[in-house]
Each structure stands twice: as C-alpha cells, then as structure tokens.
C-alpha cells in the first residue's frame, strides 16, 4: 500500500475532472486519478453542441437561456445556478475556441450554431440558434482539446486508479450541524498491478459522471456506474434529486445508442405508424424540438396508444429523408453512421427506428456554485467538490436541456478547479488520515478475491441483467406507485443475492472481474435512491412522471429531494433557490 501526498486530487478525466485540472494544476499540485484512459471517458460520446447565447447567427442573449433552463427544468432549478451557468457559458466556449477547439463555422468565420430542443428566442417565441457544435463529434473534440492542455501543463494523471473510497475526518450523519467536517483524501485500486493506493489532499473534487448503468437501455457507456455518486453516499453523505433521471427520445430501438437531438436541430421530424407529425399535437409552437422531457413522453404515449411501428409496434420513426444527403453528411456524419451499422438503416431513403433511452442523471452530489459539497441542506464539507454529471447544482432541475451539459462541465468543472485549488493554499495541512481505511478496502477486495471457486454463489452477470430489468421495467418515462413498490421489492431482493456472489478471477492484474463487482455494489445502491426518492415524490415534474399523480404540485413539491444512507434510508427536502423565476405552466 502506498500512500501520495497532494494539494488536490481530482477524482475524475472526463470534461469536468480535466477542466478542473487545467485551472487547479496552475496554482497548486494537483493530481487527477481516472478508471479509464482520460479520452475514454463518455463526455468523448457527446454528439451535438454545447450552449451559449453567443449571437452568432440570430439574436440571442444569456437572460434568454436561463429562463429557458429553469422552465425546461420545471422549476426545480437553483436559480442562482442557472443564471451562473449561462453567464459564462460565452467565455465557456471562447476559452475552448482559444485553446483550438474546432468547432464548425458560420460562413463570416464565426462559431456556428444550431437549434436543440427547449432552446427559445425571447421566452419561447420560435426555437433559436445557440447550440455551438463541431459537426456531431462535440464533446470528442471537447474531450481531446482539454486532454492536449492538460499534456502541455503536465498535469500529474493516474491512469486506471479505481477510486473506492472517500476520507472524511468525522461521521457528516454524526456530527452536528454547524459543526465542521474536513475532507483527508480518497483510497483507489491500481488496475494494472491490484494495489491500494492512499491520496492524501487538502481538496478533493469529484468529477465520476454519470449512472447510466442502472437502466438496461441507455446511451450511456458501460462504465457509467455511479462511483462517485455511491462512494460520497456511502460516505454519509446525502444525495439529491435522483429521482430525476433523464430518457432522451431518439435512443436507437432496441439499441439505445444515442442519436444525437441534433437530427432534430437540423429539421428532422418524428413520426408515428400513421406517418403523422405527431409532436404538433404536444408541443405546438416548438413541435420536434421540445424538450426531452416531454418528447420522450409524447412518444411513449403514441407507442401505448397503438400508434407504434415495426412488428411489435414498439418504437416510432425519426425522418431525414427530406434533408439533403450532401447536409446530413455535413452536419450528421457519426449519427447516420450508427443508423447505418446497428440498423442497418439507410437514413438518406429510410426513416430511423427510434425509442427513448436513459441518458442523463439530473440528481447527484449536492453542492453549491462553487462546487462545494454540502453534507446537509446548509453546511458543507471543508476542501471537498463536485462537479459534472455527478454533482447537483443544480442547474438542470427536474429536466436538462440538451447542450447544458458540455456547458455545465466547463462552467463548473472550471469553478470547482479554482475553489478546490485556493482553498488547498489557504490551508496548512490536510486533515488527519484514518490508516485502517486503507485496511478495509483492501480485506474487502481480499474478500471478494476469496469468493472464486465458491459453489452455488450468486453471479454478478446476472444480478445485473436483473437489476436493469426491473429498473427498465418499473422506473420507467411513466412510474407510479405500484411499479415503484415493485423496483423496491425486487432492489432489496438484489441486495440481499449480492452478498452472495462470487467472482472468477483470483489474480491481481487487470482483475476487471472483481471492479465490476464492486461497479455494481454502486448501482444497487444508488437504484435504492432513484426508487425511493420516486416513490415519495408524489406529484409529476420534468423527468419524473407519476401516472397517479399526473400533475405539478408546487406547493408540496418544488422541493428538492435529500436522501441520505445509513442502516436505514432517510429522506429529507431542501428549498429550490428562486430569484427571478416564478414558476408557471410548462407549454411549448
Ligand atoms: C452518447 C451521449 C451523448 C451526449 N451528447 C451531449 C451533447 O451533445 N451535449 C451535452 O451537453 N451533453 C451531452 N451528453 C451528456 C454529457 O456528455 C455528459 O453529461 C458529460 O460529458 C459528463 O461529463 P463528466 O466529466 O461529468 O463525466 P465523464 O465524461 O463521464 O467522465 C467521468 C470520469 O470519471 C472517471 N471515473 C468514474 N468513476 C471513477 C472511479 N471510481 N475512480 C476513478 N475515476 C473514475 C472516469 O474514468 C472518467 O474519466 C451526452 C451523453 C452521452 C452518453
């Protein structure tokens, strides 16, 4: 076991943990810890742009966005947050375009834009231009151009380094309000060699991403489980609304390979079996370029209806065969590719079969806009962050829009680099390390090494097919109680097989065998949550819909849910932050 000092140890190499080096790296020593090679990680997938109100091509300005965010996110957004992330969404984009980002140009040599989905011109007038893109390969290209300047400051990555485990120097359940909890470091596994690591800093910023993982049909890559997420929860640390999980309409059917909403952007159209635009009937003024929240709602209920396609009337149609070929290919090239490879459908002549998938947690980490995270509704934990997918703001609330979330990396993963950082030189030294921490993990993973051989265990391959069965079954587009209930039963049945299984591999290098069984671990816990905080919220708002509660209760409800771990799961609410904001009925 071998123990690394630092100033900063980011926990994370995707858009987030990178933008936060890049800033981090420049005042104080810092290091960034990755389970996967830094460019491997999903923000490489992301397809279609990343938001600003940069005026470009049509009038557009950042009070536009916000109100934008906070009514796609059904008023379940911080507020504070909101008008943060759009501010600075334009020196955002800037900041990449300095450092060579190519994005696609107008034909002035500006950065172009493009329409997504509940982006508006003056409060919801007509769609508007504002998504900046680098054809459908964004978030590659964002991906790779931090990843050059973290190369160029050297900043110090630990490639393949599982994070495990999160120190904090006391209980945050167990000690008062008030009272101050500070963070030590966190303890990873060494992929390549099965070595516990200690990283003792005077800031930790988390940036793990998503949690995907959890659904069976999802756009989100195999290593989406939540780590971060699971790991500051089993930490005592509460988590916040995760309930809201976001189903982007246009997954490939069956597949769940993401089609970017960009295909909507550039004017393609959905359709059900009876040819029919059938988004005119639920989104009138916007139609296709709702928000997905409500896209993916409006789909589902065709395909109930029976208006459905294919043999099994199962999926509906996204159509671009009125764009033309020489403009898909410009625009579209990765997307139409998948359609062609997976589906083999030729998107140029043929409509695409399409379904909604699981794509985004809007819950996470809570923290506030400096990236801090909060161990309650007000106090936070000294020298600890978050930021990315696996924080909550929260600036997407109840329903992100599509293009927030490259920007919400940059925004935040930027504020959290430069807090984390000035506040590793304010302090002196880093807070006392429990040493025996580093023992537990490492007679845990023993543990499970133990397990190979073992007869009549249970398999952590099937407890996860099961796990995301009943996840894609029962906390669904559409929920309610029954079907939760259902979720609940069956996680706690999970739960309870987990303790029984067994792995195949015994060795110590490249054990991914036994990662993934700790990978799951994390996703049952955090499926616990999203159920819980599902089943409580009885009422219907953005990505979360009760059948039996079908409408919006404010009055109880524009709350943010607060679940916190121990023996038994408690849950909590905290006000939302409103400042200019009332809310109102969400029509497009
Ligand atoms: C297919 C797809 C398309 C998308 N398109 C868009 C788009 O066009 N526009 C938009 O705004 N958003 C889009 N999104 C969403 C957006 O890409 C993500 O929300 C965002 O990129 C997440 O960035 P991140 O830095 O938080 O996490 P990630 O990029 O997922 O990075 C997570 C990092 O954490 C590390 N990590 C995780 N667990 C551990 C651990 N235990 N120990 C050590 N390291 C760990 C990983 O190695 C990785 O480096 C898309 C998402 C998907 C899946």
């Given at each position: ?18 933008r936060?080096?890049l800033e981090?790296?420049k ?23 990343m938001?600003a109100?940069l ?33 600075e969404?334009v020196q955002a984009v800037l900041d990449l375009e300095n450092m060579g980002l190519p994005f ?6 500006t950065i ?20 900046c ?8 290209m964002i991906?790779?151009t931090l990843?050059q300047q973290?190369?160029k400051q ?256 940059n925004?935040?993963?930027r ?174």
């Open positions: 076991m071998t123990l690394h000092e630092y100033d900063v140890v980011i926990v994370g190499a995707g858009g987030a943990g990178m936060a080096a981090s790296s005042r104080a020593r810092t290091a960034c810890l990755t389970k996967l090679y830094p460019t491997r990680s999903h923000t490489g997938a992301a397809q279609g742009g938001a109100a005026s470009n091509v049509e009038d557009d300005n950042a009070e536009w966005h916000t109100f934008d965010t906070i009514k796609g996110g059904d008023y379940l957004v911080d507020q504070d947050a909101a008008e943060i992330l759009c501010k969404a696609n140009r107008t034909e002035g040599g172009d834009q493009r329409r997504f989905g509940g982006h508006t011109r003056n409060h919801g007038e007509a769609a508007v231009r504002r998504a893109y680098s054809a459908d390969r964004t978030g590659h991906l790779q990843y973290c190369i050297e900043v110090e990555f630990y490639n393949e380094y599982y994070v495990l485990d999160l120190i904090l120097d006391k209980d945050p359940q167990g000690t008062p309000e008030g009272e101050e909890v500070s963070v030590a470091g966190v303890i990873a596994y060494e992929l390549a060699t099965g070595e516990i690591h200690t990283f003792r800093a005077k800031s930790v910023i988390f940036a793990t991403g998503g949690a995907g993982k959890v659904f069976k049909t999802t756009s989100n890559a195999h290593t989406l489980t939540g780590d971060g997420m699971a790991i500051a929860f089993n930490a005592g640390l509460p988590l916040e609304d995760m309930e809201f999980f976001q189903f982007h309409p246009t997954g490939l059917a069956g597949l769940g390979i993401l089609l970017s909403e960009a295909a909507r952007g550039e004017g393609g159209i959905l359709r059900n079996s009876e040819g029919e635009r059938f988004m005119e009937r639920y989104a009138p003024t916007i139609k296709d370029l709702a928000p997905r929240d409500m896209v993916a709602r409006a789909m589902a209920n065709e395909v109930r209806e029976g208006r459905g396609c294919g043999p099994h009337k199962d999926y509906v149609l996204l159509d671009l065969t009125h764009l033309e070929p020489a403009h898909i290919d410009a625009k579209l090239p990765d997307i139409t590719e998948f359609a062609r490879t997976y589906l083999g459908v030729e998107p140029y002549t043929e409509p695409v079969p399409v379904y909604p998938t699981a794509h985004y947690a809007m819950g996470g980490i809570p923290t506030n806009v400096h990236g801090e995270v909060l161990r309650n509704n007000t106090d936070k934990v000294k020298g600890l962050y978050a930021a990315g997918e696996c924080a909550c703001v929260s600036v997407h609330g109840a329903n992100r829009l599509g293009t927030n979330s490259l920007l919400d990396i925004v935040f993963g504020r959290a680099g430069i807090a984390a950082a000035e506040h590793a030189l304010e302090t002196a030294e880093a807070a006392p390390l429990d040493e025996t921490a580093a023992e537990t993990l490492n007679s845990t993973v023993e543990r499970l090494r133990s397990t190979v051989g073992t007869s009549e265990a249970e398999s952590v391959a099937d407890i996860r097919r099961e796990l995301q069965a009943t996840m894609d079954r029962n906390v669904q587009v559409f929920r309610d109680a029954d079907s939760l209930q259902q979720a609940q039963k069956d996680v706690a049945a999970l739960r309870e097989r987990f303790t029984k299984i067994a792995i195949h591999d015994r060795g110590k290098r490249y054990n991914t065998d036994l990662l993934e069984a700790i990978e799951l671990g994390f996703l049952l816990d955090l499926s616990e949550v999203v159920v819980l905080g599902a089943l409580n919220r009885e009422e219907s708002r953005g990505g979360h819909y009760r059948e039996d509660f079908p409408t919006r209760d404010d009055e109880k409800f524009m709350q943010h849910t607060m679940v916190y771990g121990g023996d038994d799961l408690r849950l909590d609410y905290k006000p939302v932050v409103v400042t200019r904001y009332q809310p109102m009925e969400r029509k497009y």
